[in-house]
């Protein structure tokens, strides 16, 4: 893991991030539908037979698998030593230099390349486009 990227090493780890931040933001929104249907099935009918046990049973399961898959992501995203800030928006912060002084590059789902960085102490309300980088 490097302690800081460069531009282009920031925008190569984007080309990897994208389809796993695409997975986080597809796996949570599997883990809402399930448990939307369990809280139904809770006040409706349908787990008092077997066929309705089996089935909270089997999506129990896919929950238990869905959430390790995520683990497994995020400890990943972790590994390569950039921060995830948000799994709706795909945001994530990617540190690097700018003149001897630590910043963040920041970049979300959605954007071809980084474009914009921010101080440590300020979130996305203090993103800047690259070109004022001092």
């Known amino acids: 893991m490097p302690g800081y990227y460069d531009l282009g090493a920031a925008n190569e780890r984007v080309r990897e991030l994208r389809p796993l931040l695409s ?9 809402v539908a399930i448990q939307q249907r369990h809280e139904q099935s809770r006040v409706g009918a349908g787990t008092d037979d077997v066929a309705g046990q089996a089935r909270l049973a089997e ?30 928006t795909g945001l994530v912060d990617v540190p690097a230099l700018a003149n001897g002084r630590p910043i963040w590059l920041c970049w979300k789902l959605g954007e071809d390349e980084i474009s914009f960085w921010h101080e440590l102490d300020a979130g996305i309300a203090g993103r800047k486009p690259l070109i004022e980088l001092e």
């Open 23 to 31: 997975g986080l933001r597809d796996d949570r929104a599997a883990i």
């Open 59 to 88: 999506e129990r399961e896919q929950l238990t698998d869905i959430v390790r898959r995520m683990e497994r992501t995020v400890r990943q995203i972790d590994a390569w030593g950039v921060t995830l800030r948000d799994i709706g």
